[in-house]
């Protein structure tokens, strides 16, 4: 089955403890994106990936570090969260975001990771 | 950056019931989709629709590029058709701006 996979889920964790959030997809596709969302406000990106080794950042990138060293994964680590970075995040990924024409830039989303940082 | 408005916020309807979600935009845009989040908080793609008129059962969007809004139908609606829905638009460099979403929820 064609997915975009998440761990974990669900995580509480403490202010200052490295965690980082999996995501890894099975469709070949190139664009990789992380999102985090809070009440009232929609989705805010975080940081994509059009490729391999090529990574940028979003519209909330601090806070956040990404890494794509294979096509499949693109985790996302906290190097030390602190109590703001509770939301829940999402990963998505697209077969290009630039072929428009062809719908191939339609996001397919995990799950989603709530995280509460105590 | 472009602005993305999402009407209304909050909407209550009973079932069987038709509505209209929209979403409006402040500057041109090469990409528009909307996407459902179900209340287990999965989030679905219904359109991709940059301009034109797409239906898919029950549902349909039209996208009015040149006057920079679109809007969601959903006709005889159901109790699964709860939760919130987003448009999210890409003005340039391939990123989607998203709108703070509409909250719909449907009564047996």
């Known amino acids: 089955e064609a997915q975009v996979t998440q761990n974990p889920r669900y995580l509480i964790t403490v202010t200052g403890k490295k965690l980082t959030v999996t995501c890894s997809q099975n469709?070949?596709?190139?664009?990789m994106s992380w999102y985090r969302q809070d009440p009232g406000l929609g989705l805010r990106q975080i940081y994509y990936?059009?490729?391999?080794?090529?990574?940028d950042k979003g519209d909330v990138p601090e806070g956040y570090k990404v890494s794509r060293k294979e096509k499949r994964n693109f985790p996302l680590i906290l190097e030390s969260p602190s109590p703001n970075q509770t939301s829940l995040y999402f990963c998505?990924?697209?077969?290009?975001?630039?072929?428009?024409?062809?719908?191939?830039?339609?996001?397919?989303f995990g799950a989603g990771s709530r995280l509460t940082v105590l | 950056g472009i602005q993305v408005e999402q009407s209304p916020p909050d909407l209550i309807l009973q079932e069987g019931a038709n509505s209209t979600l929209r979403c409006n935009f402040s500057?041109?845009?090469?990409?528009l989709q909307w996407f459902h989040q179900n209340p287990w908080g999965q989030l679905i793609n219904l359109f991709y629709?940059?301009?034109?008129?797409k239906q898919n059962g029950r549902l349909s969007a039209t996208t009015v590029a040149t006057e920079r809004y679109s809007l969601l139908y959903i006709s005889s609606s159901q109790t699964t058709d709860s939760g919130v829905y987003f448009c999210?638009?890409?003005?340039?460099?391939?990123?989607?701006?998203w709108g703070a979403g509409t909250k719909l929820i449907i009564k047996p």
């Open positions: 998505a990924s697209s077969l290009s975001p630039w072929d428009r024409v062809r719908g191939a830039n339609v996001l397919t």
């Open positions: 469709m070949n596709h190139e664009y």
């Open positions: 990936s059009m490729n391999v080794e090529v990574t």
């Open positions: 500057d041109s845009v090469n990409n």
């Open positions: 629709i940059p301009s034109g008129t």
């Open positions: 999210a638009v890409e003005h340039s460099n391939y990123q989607l701006i």
